[in-house]
């Protein structure tokens, strides 16, 4: 992964050109926002066994510690996952309509 600190760019190579071109530093400033919120990710092929392991049991770990958290058993999970999958689950209009309206 990449991330680059875009506006530190931006001013070093202000900085350069115009030490290039013999113009003070401020005769050049502009009114311009700055872009902080950007950043750049670069995907790396050929993931290795160990990152693709370790990726895949961070995920497992962080979905038992919010089942705990919020009082959903793994197994209920496991349970509506298969139902989801085979086209048995029939959800409650009801209860989804109550759990929307208490947000």
Do not use: W
């Not at 005769?27 to 092929?45: G, H």
């Not at 993931?47 to 038992?64: Q, W």
Request: proline share 3%.
């Amino acid at each position: 992964m990449k991330i680059q600190n875009f506006i530190q760019e931006q001013i070093h190579m202000e900085h350069v050109s115009m030490r290039q071109s013999n113009i003070a530093l401020s005769d050049n400033i502009s009114a311009k926002p700055a872009d902080l919120d950007r950043a750049s990710f670069e995907y790396t092929e050929g993931i290795s066994a160990d990152e693709t392991l370790f990726a895949r049991s961070l995920a497992h770990s962080i979905t038992e510690d919010v089942c705990r958290e919020k009082g959903v058993s793994v197994e209920k999970a496991a349970q509506l996952k298969k139902q989801v999958e085979e086209g048995t689950y029939e959800p409650d209009p009801m209860a989804i309509a109550r759990a929307m309206y208490n947000l």
